[in-house]
């Protein structure tokens, strides 16, 4: 009767061993079976910081090319708002009446003669790059930092683009403007980009 008694009591229950032989089988590092796994969030960027993705004309030039890229990793702008495009130029006015010149100091001339490129569209630049700084920073001098950015860019490439000198005012009044010869760069502030320039992008 005592051996039966022992044989019984060593003998496992079927179910406790398949419990026992997946607890020991579980790796030690990982979750255990009974705990459901975390779901997995991902944080997504909002739809005003999401860099632009820009499609460069055939015919740009290398260092407008190379400023935008620069410019794209800029954290005092807004991304969205970065864009480089043809000039437009602006449509012109009624024509002013020809008038010969008046007086004794032959004053009151309204026709100055022909201009060197009659024929020239776009306005003064070929390509204009606009840039926008984030809002709530026009006022602490992000406008005058990412000019010295753009000058500095410009001035250190290979070939150096000339640039008229710097000018050592500090109110920029929401907009200044880096002339580079062929193309000049707008450093906006988002006013000022709202009032003259949102509507290019419609």
């Not at 590092?29 to 860099?51: G, I, M, R």
């Amino acid at each position: 009767m005592q051996a039966a008694l022992r044989t019984i009591s060593l003998t496992p229950r079927k179910g406790i061993s398949h419990a026992v032989t997946r607890l020991l089988s579980t790796n030690p590092a990982a979750s255990p079976w009974f705990v459901d796994p975390e779901p997995v969030y991902q944080k997504q960027t909002p739809p005003h910081l999401t860099p632009k993705v820009q499609e460069f004309p055939p015919d740009l030039p290398d260092p407008i090319k190379q400023l935008y890229i620069n410019l794209t990793q800029s954290p005092l702008l807004e991304p969205s708002t970065l864009d480089v495009r043809e000039s437009i130029a602006p449509p012109p006015g009624l024509p002013l009446p020809k008038r010969a010149p008046q007086g004794r100091r032959k004053r009151g001339r309204t026709y100055a003669g022909e201009g060197i490129d009659q024929d020239a569209v776009g306005g003064i630049w070929n390509w204009v790059v606009i840039a926008q700084v984030r809002e709530g920073t026009e006022n602490r001098g992000s406008i005058a930092a990412v000019v010295r950015s753009v000058r500095k860019t410009l001035l250190t490439m290979d070939t150096p683009i000339r640039l008229p000198p710097g000018s050592k005012r500090r109110a920029h009044n929401g907009w200044a403007v880096v002339d580079a010869g062929s193309f000049a760069v707008h450093i906006l502030s988002r006013d000022t980009w709202k009032k003259y320039f949102e509507h290019l992008n419609q």
